[in-house]
């Protein structure tokens, strides 16, 4: 199979290039997307599939994912886009009571599987109140929708073409500051990378270091920096799926070394570190060597002048990971 | 002072293509929906009004191109939606309601926070982020505000229950204000407008919900986003009248006509400005990729708020070209000292990234992005 160099929004555009072409049901429709999109993940494909397939919605959230559920329902592919995360909310009713307890309140008789959400993800340098949320806490505290975030281009294509082809309503959210910065060959053709599995990208013996999307990236420098001036060998785990979340790779890797620290941008208090520290120790509350380590964004609305202070960087994670081996 | 006039000749944004060339005293009649009367046919122009409208629109006008070229010398980051164009639709509001009267608006927002009374200085200092900015630099382009005005909102729409509720406020207080709710044209497919309409109309509320149509909502034009194009009817059982928004007194009596409405407790009122902005959506957008450079052009030759104004007066002597340049060469240098503040003042202090979050009193502990670093939170 050939690969092609691919950044972050290409290799969305490969997977719904794919999925278009092999599903005469798959519909792509939001704000914005029939020109290619506000960050270009849809470029070329009203042209490639039809102007009934690629299309845009008005500027009303409740009613694009409302739409997207009532297509689900019928039988159509709907792939809706959300034009930033932060700008979920008016669709929140209909993601939380509707699509995510569709199947259930029907016995089985209905549910709007084929239905995708995706939406651009996290801080971006400059973005602000509204154009940087990390808002995955608030959907992992609902049963029934499941909730997807990549860290790269191979993993976005798989990753996406999973939570497409899962029966159940899915949210993805794409890191919009790698969009152009994340570069990988990619394959061409499609490919799934399970959901509900974590991966380790690196195995370590001392700190397990969890995280997802950008942060991964953070954490392996932080990796890279506790090896060479601590000669602390950490394991690193990149999450991909919150919810239904990988609870088994992670303690086992926890039962291994005793130590987790997790990152997220999002605000601290009732991040979905929180969920998986709580989960951790009961698990493998013998096994730990030192309290588990939360390193997020500050309980704030993100900042505008302040974001580079406000970021869980490196230099965090490494003050973390420090005061857990003396412990 | 000058009278003008009505006539019933109808303009480039009503879909016809012939504009009243002539800077005659003529301005133009709206368009009425469940309203037996509209606008009066006559208005009133004094020479210091002239000069005051014409002041602020152009304070406005070179606020933003300051700002457009400070945002490209990436002394001004982030978001940033630029107003030039619009500003008879913020001068023409302000000049027919009270400064205790309610304002707000989305985030296209920094000719009303000038117009409400924030000055140029905390205005671009906001923009810049620094400590001396309206929002004391928290807030940015799009979180600007001041008494009786409510902002400078970043969700397209959100603003329009909460202009609602204001208006329920005073009604409620009986204190004889009311609240001007604006929205743009891509705002008007959500939702939660259509809920405050309903309210609105239902309790009477004295809110004049004001549209500004600029024909684009970022790139998408109204005829692929709105199955009607009327803005000035989609209220409704709510009356509603379209106006030129380019002609500042066109403006100024229909916001007084709406005013009385609402005052006389006759309930809500919508109105639909017909406006153009010369910039793209935000500093990110060309602006050119959904609509003709030979568009603009047209819009700024024949239709441009501030040339308009200042036609008028010329032509009817009410000033000379002297004192237009005058006022010009002072706005300009306000403008750059303004800009100087806001390119020297200090960012805001570390302290402040944690203030405000809650009202509390004594200050709380904000959690910090690891167990041991907690911040103070001042409110």
Redesign the interface.
């Known amino acids: 199979c050939g690969t092609h160099k691919m950044n972050l929004f290409q290799s969305i555009t490969s997977a719904l290039d794919n999925t278009l072409a092999s599903d005469p049901t798959a519909v792509i429709f939001g704000e914005d997307v029939a020109f290619g999109g506000v960050f270009r993940c849809t470029v070329g494909l009203r042209d490639k599939y039809g102007k009934d397939r690629v299309f845009n919605t008005p500027l009303c959230e409740q009613g694009i994912v409302g739409f997207g559920i009532g297509a689900a329902v019928a039988g159509a592919t709907a792939i809706a886009e959300i034009q930033f995360a932060d700008y979920i909310y008016p669709a929140f009713d209909q993601i939380v009571n509707e699509a995510a307890k569709y199947r259930y309140r029907s016995g089985n008789l209905f549910d709007c599987g084929s239905l995708t959400i995706r939406a651009p993800w996290g801080c971006v340098g400059h973005g602000s109140l509204y154009h940087s949320q990390s808002p995955e806490a608030f959907f992992a505290h609902c049963p029934g929708i499941k909730v997807v975030i990549p860290r790269s281009p191979v993993q976005a294509k798989g990753l996406l073409l999973s939570c497409i082809a899962d029966k159940n309503p899915c949210i993805f959210f794409e890191p919009k500051i790698l969009y152009r910065a994340a570069v990988e060959q990619v394959p061409e053709e499609p490919y799934i990378i399970p959901l509900s599995q974590a991966e380790i990208l690196q195995e370590g013996s001392d700190v397990t270091l969890v995280a997802w999307g950008t942060q991964i990236h953070v954490m392996k420098e932080v990796a890279a920096m506790a090896q060479e001036k601590l000669g602390v060998s950490c394991e690193v785990i990149d999450l991909q799926t919150i919810l239904p979340w990988d609870t088994e790779t992670i303690c086992k890797s926890v039962v291994k070394t005793g130590r987790l620290l997790i990152s997220h941008e999002a605000p601290i208090t009732g991040g979905f570190a929180a969920e998986i520290s709580s989960t951790v120790q009961e698990e493998c509350f013998l096994n730990l060597e030192a309290p588990i380590s939360r390193v997020c964004g500050y309980d704030t609305p993100f900042p505008h002048i302040f974001e580079p202070f406000y970021i869980p960087d490196k230099w965090k994670c490494f003050e973390a990971i420090k005061k857990m081996i003396n412990y | 002072s000058s009278v003008v006039s009505q006539s019933d000749s109808c303009c480039f944004f009503s879909g016809c293509s012939r504009r009243p060339t002539s800077p005659s005293n003529t301005i133009l009649k709206c368009d009425l929906h469940r309203l037996e009367e509209g606008p009066p046919l006559k208005a009133e122009l004094t020479r210091d009004q002239g000069l005051q409208y014409y002041r602020t629109m152009q304070t406005v006008r070179r606020m933003e191109l300051k700002a457009d070229q400070l945002y490209k010398q990436k002394i001004i980051?982030?978001?940033c939606h630029l107003y030039d164009g619009q500003e008879a639709c913020a001068a023409g509001i302000e000049a027919s309601i009270n400064p205790t009267d309610h304002l707000i608006t989305a985030y296209r927002a920094h000719g009303y926070t000038y117009t409400r009374g924030v000055s140029i200085k905390e205005i671009l200092a906001e923009l810049t982020?620094r400590k001396g900015g309206v929002a004391k630099?928290?807030?940015?382009s799009?979180?600007m505000y001041a008494p009786h005005f409510y902002g400078g909102n970043?969700?397209?729409?959100a603003q329009v229950p909460l202009g609602a509720g204001i208006a329920l406020a005073c009604q409620y207080q009986g204190n004889n204000q009311l609240c001007v709710t604006l929205y743009g044209d891509?705002?008007a497919?959500?939702?939660?407008l259509f809920e405050s309409f309903n309210m609105a109309a239902l309790w009477k509320l004295p809110c004049i919900f004001i549209c500004e149509n600029n024909k684009y909502?970022?790139?998408?034009s109204v005829e692929?986003?709105?199955a009607s194009i009327d803005y000035y009817k989609r209220g409704d059982f709510i009356p509603g009248i379209r106006v030129d928004g380019m002609d500042v007194l066109c403006v100024r009596e229909a916001t007084k006509f709406a005013a009385d409405h609402c005052r006389s407790g006759k309930g809500p009122i919508v109105m639909e400005l017909q406006t153009y902005r010369y910039h793209g959506h935000s500093m990110s957008d060309p602006g050119v990729?959904y609509r003709t450079r030979e568009e603009i052009q047209e819009v700024r030759t024949k239709s441009d708020p501030i040339s308009m104004l200042k036609e008028r007066m010329l032509s009817n002597n009410m000033a000379s070209v002297e004192e237009f340049k005058e006022i010009d060469v002072d706005i300009r240098k306000q403008v750059e000292e303004a800009a100087q503040f806001a390119t020297s003042d200090p960012?805001?202090p570390?302290e402040?990234?944690?203030n405000h979050?809650f009202y509390n009193n004594p200050p709380l502990e904000?959690?910090?992005?690891?167990?041991?670093?907690k911040?103070k939170s001042v409110s």
């Open positions: 980051r982030g978001f982020g630099g928290k807030g940015g799009m979180h970043g969700i397209v729409g891509g705002a497919n959500q939702g939660q909502g970022m790139g998408t692929r986003a709105s990729s960012e805001p570390l402040d990234l944690c979050i904000v959690r910090g992005t690891n167990p041991w670093s911040l």
